[in-house]
């Protein structure tokens, strides 16, 4: 194992996976209490058509490019999900679940042209969409690794806007925010994150980055703050863990490992946590219970004795 | 008959099974539950294709139909010691997709199953495999699959009529009456996984998703009657199927991703266009004061 971990490769795709836990596990707190924790899974498949196009056009596999192509495919999903949820009775979890379906579908179509006309360049292309981690090399890395410093960047230099729009947007608009293009901005850097994650762990799994790390770290504390750091360690260890084992065996993909280690801190977070963990509960349910037999059998008592 | 004829008939019959089912999904608004279930029913085909070692019908929808009432029942349970409805779907599906895929990555060895297949779907393939049946002849297994699945959920739509629009619009109430809601709520649930499995090899995981929401949120536009939704659904996964089929033979490109658009099409249509929902209709006409419901 250690004779893997040492090829220079394993480290660039050790530190990109560990890098977009990070960043996936901040944005995901964030979609958290937007209550949007689907979006993410909408707007990763709605990323397809435009990686296609973006390769249809260069005719060559270039990170930088393809998500760009990915990122305006993605944001267009956006706006679409957007628009149908206010412009009809529509809900917006129907919204989203045909704009995904309905890109993916034309990425399918897309891509099925690609592949008849790039011949065996789309191969790169496909690593791409389906997630695979070992793929990636190092100027993918550098450009991930970038474009997470910014979004992470982002959320650090404006984290008081942030917590005042997602908590209390009617006061953040009394005091002359613009809650708009806080809503676009968010848009932008959950798209980024998507993107960027797409490489590493592929179309469907990229929502589990996203959502898990959030909903776990919500079992240990109360605080936004704690919750975002709490979120992006996790996220960060279930991605290099995830990358770890599957670079243990061979041929075995790096995307479902990182979800599953995250599910499995997810597991003990909902049985064990801080607050509200099941066990936790259990146990002060049952303080509770035999303080109050034991009142209830005291006041017995001197109701006896008198 | 023709090898194209045998295609459009099976993509009709995904398009008409999912568009029926789908209007119980967009109204009882778990349309994203949808999403899930399909991803997930991954995980049965695999766990029934190393139980038995071959793929057969049977098996792979006992496995699906398992999948399925597994994820809603996980979802059910994460909601109820209060994790947010979407997380808990997405924690689901995400995971249990994950397990599937690793499943298929180690043990199963990419012999019959893989996982863009599974994703994509390979109706091109479907007129190969064929059963022999009395009266009618050879037919497309999958084929013949899906038009008992259809018949199965006719059936179980009709005999529960009342009750699944009672639970639909109304749940208090329906409980209120004494109609088992949560049981309903499983059994919709296997309708579901039974419908997406048998779709499965039409039009592969995620596609399946755009033939059970998109009809039926086109439908759900044009019409404030279930009846009519019902038939106005059916009709556009059909026409979506040929739609599809011929846009796809057009481009020479993938069927079931064509099938996605056009279904995607006739939204679109219709979000435009519907008298009574469309944005042309509520641009011309002010909007009235209430909105009334589908009866």
């Not at chain 1, 979006?39 to 990170?63: R, Y």
């Not at chain 1, 917590?163 to 009394?174: H, I, N, P, T, V």
């Not at chain 2, 199965?152 to 639909?168: D, P, R």
Request: net charge positive; with cysteine; hydrophobic share 55%.
């Amino acid at each position: 194992m250690w004779s893997t971990l040492l090829q220079s490769n394993t480290l660039w795709v050790l530190s990109s996976t560990m890098l977009l836990g990070i960043v996936a596990g901040a944005i995901g707190c964030l979609a958290y209490w937007k209550r949007q924790n689907l979006m993410s899974d909408a707007l990763s498949h709605a990323a397809l058509p435009g990686v296609v196009v973006a390769f249809l056009i260069i005719q060559e596999k270039n990170l930088l490019l393809l998500v760009i192509g990915a990122a305006v495919s993605a944001l267009l999903g956006a706006f679409l999900i957007q628009w149908i949820t206010n412009a009809s009775r529509i809900t917006e979890d129907a919204a989203m679940g045909m704009t995904l379906s309905v890109f993916y579908g034309v990425g399918v179509m897309l891509l099925s042209i690609a592949n008849r006309s790039a011949g065996g360049n789309q191969s790169g292309l496909n690593s791409f969409i389906y997630g695979q981690a070992a793929a990636m090399v190092r100027s993918d890395v550098i450009t991930m690794m970038v474009l997470a410093a910014i979004v992470l960047f982002i959320i650090l230099i404006a984290f008081k806007e942030w917590k005042l729009f997602l908590f209390d947007a009617s006061f953040a608009k009394g005091i002359g925010m613009s809650v708009r293009g806080m809503n676009i901005l968010y848009t932008i850097i959950l798209v980024t994150t998507i993107v960027i994650g797409l490489q590493a762990v592929g179309v469907i799994l990229m929502a589990a980055m996203l959502i898990i790390p959030a909903v776990s770290a919500r079992y240990w504390t109360h605080s936004f703050r704690n919750m975002i750091l709490l979120a992006s360690f996790t996220g960060g260890i279930a991605g290099g863990l995830g990358t770890l084992i599957s670079a243990a065996g061979s041929g075995l993909p790096t995307g479902p490992f990182i979800v599953l280690v995250s599910s499995t801190i997810f597991v003990v977070s909902l049985l064990f946590g801080k607050e509200k963990g099941i066990v936790i509960r259990f146990i002060q349910f049952k303080i509770q219970q035999r303080s109050s037999y034991v009142k209830k059998s005291l006041t017995a008592d001197k109701g006896g004795a008198q | 008959m023709t090898y194209s004829l045998w295609i459009i008939i099976t993509a009709s019959l995904v398009g008409l099974s999912c568009g029926i089912i789908g209007v119980f999904l967009i109204l009882r608004k778990q349309a994203m539950m949808a999403d899930a279930i399909s991803h997930t029913v991954l995980l049965g085909i695999v766990i029934a294709y190393m139980a038995t070692q071959q793929i057969t019908g049977v098996a792979m929808l006992i496995g699906g139909v398992l999948a399925g009432i597994l994820t809603a029942f996980l979802v059910q349970t994460l909601s109820s010691l209060k994790v947010q409805h979407d997380a808990s779907l997405g924690i689901v599906f995400t995971t249990l997709f994950a397990i599937g895929v690793i499943l298929i990555s180690t043990s199963v060895g990419n012999v019959h199953l893989d996982v863009q297949h599974a994703l994509m779907g390979e109706i091109t393939f479907i007129p190969f495999t064929t059963i022999d049946l009395p009266l009618i002849g050879a037919v497309p297994k999958a084929t013949a699959l899906l038009a008992v699945v259809l018949l199965v959920v006719i059936f179980f739509i009709i005999a529960f009529y009342k009750e699944w629009k009672i639970t639909s619009f109304d749940p208090a109430l329906a409980a209120s009456l004494g109609i088992p809601v949560l049981f309903l709520h499983y059994l919709f649930m296997t309708l579901v996984s039974v419908t997406t499995v048998a779709s499965f090899d039409a039009v592969g995981a995620i596609l399946v998703v755009a033939m059970l929401i998109t009809p039926a949120a086109a439908a759900y536009l044009w019409t404030d009657r279930l009846i009519v939704m019902l038939v106005l659904s059916g009709l556009f996964g059909v026409l979506s199927a040929i739609i599809g089929y011929w846009i796809a033979t057009a481009l020479d490109t993938s069927i079931s991703g064509s099938m996605a658009f056009a279904t995607g099409c006739i939204f679109f249509i219709s979000f435009l266009i519907s008298p009574k929902h469309g944005l042309i209709s509520k641009r011309v006409q002010p909007a009235k004061v209430s909105e009334e419901h589908v009866s």
